[in-house]
């Protein structure tokens, strides 16, 4: 629906350009240049709410643009959604000649917030009544921050209802995770936006390239960071395989159980740093297991008294800190073993993804037959004493529409 929607505004913008000519051609050039470096330097960038940030800049900045060197510009709505569109999908022909292509989802929400801060106001300004009411004093600056105040919380809205949509979790911890963003990325891309437009509008276009300098610098930052997550999230995955390689484990459990962990979390509403820890603590919840001189079959450690159980978790829990992991990770590996009740949602999500693991490959104690079904109905059975009613029925709705999260967070 989105991508339907931002698809004939494109195409009725760029055929509305093309019949009319292109107005103040040397300033739609410039921006749409700058929009172009932006795609490109989304090369390897590490955010991913906001994978072109100076892209984005200079599209709000081309959109709030009222006067170049004191000069008033005449675009309109339409004229600001071609270049924009034009200047992406050129930015995009590296990507897509690597196999890199643009997600569409990213594209649309770039014409829909660019024309939505264009509409706000180049009508008023084109029109003379924004000079009448606020002038061009610091007023006018206050309607350009507000203007793409409420651009960002359209994003916001637009994301969240699209990732809704794609995904059935629930809207209001997408929404908060969206809002969450907009004071990293997002506020710089806005107010780099919003300084581009002013700055043009009294020393040139010659201001671009000063005022890009910064988020250039900001997005390499972010960059470096993304890097060192990721770093990361590789050494926590190369922890959690060594059980599997010492042979407690079976080959891929703790991965299964990290995707499933975050897949409920996100069902059941939790913020990306709950979510994050969950994923990490899924990653390493076996790692006490090391400490046995002799494995478990098939790293089902249910068999074991509960004293013994304890144990584990807690030695487990005692690796997890030596890492200098997050103290929340450890927590909750150490409560794997506690009564569910006893436990914080987290430690509640990884156990009944382990236990579902385990008793769908027809492991346990037990020696139920395997498969979905049968491993969720044990669950369920089970949910009196050992697993969380709504973590159960979560994991179901999770596992009915196949909603594993694929995009790790490290």
Same mark, same amino acid.
């Given at each position: 629906?989105?991508?339907?929607?931002?698809?004939?505004?494109?195409?009725? =913008?760029?055929?509305?350009?093309?019949?009319?000519?292109?107005?103040?051609? @040397?300033?739609?050039?410039?921006?749409?240049?700058?929009?172009?470096?932006?795609?490109?330097?989304?090369?390897?960038? #590490?955010?991913?709410?906001?994978? !072109?940030?100076?892209?984005?800049?200079?599209?709000?900045?081309?959109?709030?643009?009222?006067?170049?060197?004191?000069?008033?510009?005449?675009?309109?709505?339409?004229?600001?959604? !071609?270049?924009?569109?034009?200047?992406?999908?050129?930015?995009?022909?590296?990507?897509?000649?690597? #196999?890199?292509? +643009?997600?569409?989802?990213?594209?649309?929400?770039?014409?829909?917030?660019?024309?939505?801060?264009?509409?706000?106001?180049?009508?008023?300004?084109?029109?003379?009544?924004?000079?009448?009411?606020?002038?061009?004093?610091?007023?006018? !600056? &206050?309607?350009?921050?507000?203007? &793409?105040?409420?651009?960002?919380?359209? %994003?916001?809205?637009?994301?969240?209802?699209?990732?809704?949509?794609? *995904?059935?979790?629930?809207?209001?911890?997408?929404?908060?995770? $969206?809002?969450?963003?907009?004071?990293?990325?997002?506020?710089?891309?806005?107010?780099? #936006?919003?300084?581009?437009?002013?700055?043009?509008?009294?020393?040139? &276009?010659?201001?671009?390239?000063?005022?890009?300098?910064?988020?250039?610098?900001?997005?390499?930052?972010?960059?470096?960071?993304?890097?060192? @997550?990721? *770093?990361?999230?590789?050494?926590?995955?190369?922890?959690?395989?060594?059980?599997?390689?010492?042979?407690?484990?079976?080959?891929?459990?703790?991965?299964? /159980?990290?995707?499933?962990?975050? !897949?409920?979390?996100? %069902?059941?509403?939790?913020? $990306?740093?709950?979510?994050? /820890?969950? $994923?990490?603590?899924?990653?390493?919840?076996?790692?006490?297991?090391?400490?046995?001189?002799?494995?478990? +079959?098939?790293?089902? *450690?249910?068999?074991?008294?509960?004293?013994?159980?304890?144990?584990?978790?807690?030695?487990?829990?005692?690796?997890?800190?030596?890492?200098?992991?997050? =103290?929340?990770?450890?927590?909750?590996?150490?409560?794997?073993?506690?009564?569910?009740?006893?436990? +914080?949602?987290?430690?509640?999500? /990884?156990? *009944?993804?382990?236990?579902?693991?385990?008793?769908?490959?027809? $492991?346990?104690?037990?020696?139920?037959? #395997?498969?979905?079904?049968?491993?969720?109905?044990?669950?369920?059975?089970?949910?009196?004493?050992?697993?969380?009613?709504?973590?159960?029925?979560?994991?179901?709705? /999770?596992?009915?529409?196949?909603?594993? =999260?694929?995009?790790?967070?490290?």
């Amino acid at each position: 629906m989105t991508n339907g929607v931002a698809g004939l505004i494109a195409a009725v =913008s760029v055929g509305w350009t093309l019949w009319h000519g292109v107005t103040e051609g @040397r300033v739609a050039l410039v921006f749409g240049v700058l929009v172009v470096l932006g795609e490109l330097a989304r090369w390897g960038s #590490g955010t991913q709410r906001e994978p !072109a940030p100076l892209g984005a800049a200079g599209a709000l900045a081309y959109a709030l643009l009222g006067e170049n060197a004191g000069r008033a510009t005449h675009h309109g709505v339409l004229q600001v959604i !071609a270049v924009v569109v034009a200047a992406a999908l050129v930015g995009a022909v590296p990507h897509v000649a690597l #196999g890199r292509g +643009p997600v569409l989802g990213h594209l649309a929400r770039r014409v829909l917030t660019v024309g939505f801060a264009a509409a706000c106001f180049q009508p008023l300004y084109n029109s003379g009544k924004l000079g009448e009411w606020v002038g061009h004093g610091p007023y006018f !600056a &206050l309607v350009i921050v507000a203007v &793409l105040a409420l651009t960002a919380l359209c %994003d916001a809205v637009l994301a969240a209802a699209t990732a809704h949509a794609r *995904t059935r979790w629930p809207f209001g911890p997408l929404l908060r995770d $969206e809002l969450r963003a907009l004071l990293g990325i997002g506020s710089a891309v806005c107010a780099t #936006g919003a300084v581009m437009a002013l700055a043009v509008a009294v020393a040139g &276009l010659w201001a671009l390239p000063v005022f890009s300098l910064p988020l250039l610098l900001t997005q390499l930052s972010f960059r470096r960071y993304a890097a060192v @997550r990721a *770093t990361y999230r590789q050494t926590m995955a190369s922890l959690a395989r060594a059980t599997e390689i010492a042979g407690y484990t079976p080959q891929g459990h703790a991965h299964r /159980v990290a995707d499933l962990s975050r !897949a409920v979390g996100r %069902d059941l509403g939790l913020s $990306e740093p709950d979510l994050t /820890v969950l $994923e990490h603590a899924a990653l390493m919840h076996d790692i006490g297991q090391l400490s046995l001189v002799d494995p478990v +079959p098939e790293g089902a *450690t249910a068999a074991l008294p509960e004293a013994e159980q304890r144990r584990i978790a807690l030695l487990g829990g005692a690796v997890v800190r030596q890492t200098g992991v997050d =103290s929340a990770v450890a927590v909750v590996v150490e409560r794997q073993a506690d009564p569910y009740r006893d436990q +914080p949602l987290t430690a509640r999500i /990884v156990r *009944t993804a382990n236990a579902y693991d385990e008793m769908a490959r027809g $492991e346990g104690p037990s020696g139920a037959l #395997g498969g979905p079904l049968n491993a969720l109905e044990r669950l369920r059975l089970a949910t009196g004493r050992d697993y969380q009613p709504e973590v159960v029925e979560s994991l179901a709705r /999770v596992l009915s529409r196949g909603g594993l =999260s694929s995009r790790p967070v490290g």
